[in-house]
């Protein structure tokens, strides 16, 4: 049948299942606009009140369900509002597809009203990106764009559509999806054969679980191999999940703000499996010295991540889920009962703490997980209250902790929790701020207001950017350099101005109230948490120091 690039646009998305989009019009984008108007029963749009929250929104609504999030933006600075979301994606490795439209193809290149060449500028950041300036090419390329973005390593790919493109007619047909199937690794069975010899020689293994593992859907696989290897298992922030929080075995996160028990336990163990995980600095720390002691087994899906950051004894490349399959099929069942042991000595010796009698960020996190019976989504911002999120929630399920972990984007979170909560909608979703953070993305409040999205905004506030202030106060003989937040800005009038509920806290007793509340009203709600502006999050690793020279508030004491 014969369609206009717009109509094009929308069969498509149908096609690929999709049921809500994220965006901003304009006047690019105006033909996209009107034929979604016409199939609105058959796929919701929600209107941000930023392109920037569109895009961590589709981000957001990608993590929590599994499925290719889909923002929306116009030419110009709609679609360079849209960055910050994509490398956000990029760097998580979050399927995405973001569709941008650009001025009429004979005005490209000559600087016209909001033209940008957006493909670009998003180079660097996506997995891959394209611009239609061919109507008969649009549908393919769309088809493409869901094949990439969610295959392999998943990521964000954007397509670019010049306005004429969008009017002009051509010859449609539609098309099912083909099934993805798993990528299988790519070695043969002595190779395998030297992996298990290597968990099978090992005396105290330890296993370290990365996002990967999360994006695989490798969790039954993971615990069976855990199992078998009888080991303690650490995760990265973008980890969580994928291996129970709950779990004997499970020591807490590893590196900067990990707990003592993993990082000294990766320091002394004799093998190190990674599955899915990039070996980031801030897990690390000092690569020279990271499990030194150590052969280490890297399993990832991407094979520019082998020996990338640190170099790894043996690796394999595939799906995490596949290659475990393989590997528990091959294992002998393991006991590491003395090493075991050792570990368990070290979570009992070097527990998390925090100050019990005040409101403070642990308290907060530990108070929404007994409430939610760690059932929620949550949802953070990048800071302190995004590592006490990590720390003290128990994630016991994987896409259960949202959060910008590679880029560490600012401003994150509410827009995330409003596209988790969309995708989502049977589950309670909690975004965790800062006050520097929420004032980045509050505008967002109305934008949950305006689609009745009951998602719950917790603001942890102490007045200050809390992580540069530690680092200011531990680094930098506390010079406050442009750190201090105090002002009049009263986040509970703001939330009330915008249509949502707003609540204060001062103390524990307020803030258990308030949740409390906050669960009960199906509506959005703003709880701002007054905390000391030098509350810091422990554990801590310098900067550029061995990851088993943790210190906390007693070490520091003890100088």
């Not at 679609?79 to 941008?100: E, F, H, R």
């Not at 595939?318 to 294992?331: F, M, P, Y």
């Not at 509970?492 to 915008?498: C, F, I, P, R, Y």
């Not at 810091?536 to 120091?545: D, S």
Request: charged letters at 25%.
């Amino acid at each position: 049948m014969q369609l206009n690039g717009a109509e094009i646009v929308i069969e498509c998305l149908k096609e690929q299942g999709v049921d809500t989009v994220f965006g901003y019009p304009g006047g690019a984008i105006l033909n996209v606009y009107d034929e979604l108007y016409k199939h609105r029963d058959e796929i919701r749009h929600i209107l941000t009140s930023h392109e920037q929250g569109a895009s961590h929104a589709a981000d957001g609504y990608s993590r929590a369900t599994g499925k290719v999030g889909v923002c929306l933006a116009t030419s110009g600075p709609g679609a360079t509002n849209l960055v910050t979301g994509i490398a956000t994606a990029y760097m998580d490795s979050i399927p995405i597809v973001a569709i941008t439209c650009n001025v009429g193809v004979s005005l490209l290149g000559k600087d016209s009203f909001q033209e940008i060449d957006i493909t670009g500028i998003t180079m660097p950041i996506t997995k891959y990106n394209f611009i239609v300036k061919d109507v008969t090419k649009l549908a393919d390329t769309i088809r493409k764009a869901f094949r990439i973005a969610k295959t392999g390593r998943p990521g964000p790919v954007l397509v670019d559509i010049p306005k004429d493109v969008t009017a002009a007619v051509t010859e449609y047909q539609k098309e099912e999806p083909g099934k993805y199937i798993p990528e299988f690794p790519h070695m043969n069975e002595g190779a395998y054969a030297k992996a298990v010899s290597m968990l099978e020689e090992s005396e105290k293994p330890f296993v370290f679980v990365g996002g990967g593992a999360v994006l695989s859907g490798a969790s039954k696989e993971l615990m069976e191999f855990v199992n078998k290897l009888d080991a303690p298992v650490t995760d990265s922030l973008m980890g969580k999940g994928a291996f129970p929080g709950t779990d004997p075995r499970y020591t807490g996160m590893l590196g900067m703000h990990g707990t003592k028990a993993s990082n000294y336990g990766v320091s002394e163990c004799d093998l190190l499996v990674v599955l899915g995980a990039r070996f980031s600095d801030r897990v690390t720390g000092n690569t020279e010295t990271f499990a030194k002691n150590a052969k280490i087994l890297q399993i990832d899906i991407d094979p520019a991540e082998i020996n990338k950051n640190v170099v790894v004894t043996e690796e394999i490349v595939g799906d995490i889920k596949e290659v475990l399959k393989v590997l528990n099929r091959h294992l002998k069942q393991q006991n590491h009962s003395e090493w075991l042991q050792k570990i368990q000595s070290y979570k009992e010796k070097y527990p998390l703490k925090y100050h019990p009698d005040t409101l403070t960020g642990p308290f907060i996190v530990e108070e929404i997980y007994r409430q939610t019976k760690g059932d929620a989504l949550i949802v953070t911002e990048v800071g302190q209250h995004q590592m006490w999120a990590a720390q003290y929630y128990k994630y016991t399920k994987p896409r259960t902790l949202l959060t910008s972990g590679g880029l560490g984007t600012m401003g994150y979170g509410l827009g995330a929790a409003l596209g988790a909560k969309t995708g989502r909608p049977d589950k309670t979703v909690i975004n965790i701020a800062g006050d520097g953070c929420f004032r980045m993305n509050m505008n967002e409040i109305a934008t949950a207001v305006r689609h009745h999205i009951p998602v719950i905004q917790v603001v942890v506030n102490n007045h200050v950017l809390g992580m540069v202030r530690q680092w200011q106060d531990l680094f930098y003989d506390e010079r406050y350099s442009a750190t201090v937040l105090r002002d009049a800005v009263d986040f509970v009038k703001l939330a009330e101005a915008m249509g949502a509920e707003g609540i204060r806290a001062q103390t524990q007793e307020e803030f258990r109230a308030a949740l409390e509340r906050a669960l009960t009203l199906n509506r959005p709600v703003v709880i701002d948490c007054q905390i000391d502006s030098d509350d810091k999050v422990w554990p801590m690793v310098a900067p550029g120091a061995a990851i088993s020279d943790a210190f906390d508030e007693e070490d520091m004491a003890g100088k």
